[in-house]
């Protein structure tokens, strides 16, 4: 998770019970969602209620 994203959510955790979090990568990585998934507990104390980790296909 880029460093950027985790300030604004360290920084608005208290309003962060309930939530979930749609990300679109371009490359294929094995438990992606689950370390984002786990990332964001750590963070807000709260797991969230989706991760959605979608894969964007690019082409030169």
């Known amino acids: 998770m880029a460093n950027p994203l985790k300030s604004l959510i360290k920084r608005e955790k208290d309003d962060l019970e309930n939530y979930s979090l749609?990300?679109?990568?371009g490359f294929d990585r094995s438990g992606q969602q689950e370390s984002i998934t786990h990332q964001l507990a750590d963070l807000t104390e709260h797991l969230p209620k989706a991760v959605c980790d979608t894969k964007l296909c690019l082409q030169a």
Request: proline fraction near 0%.
């Open 22 to 25: 749609i990300s679109c990568c």
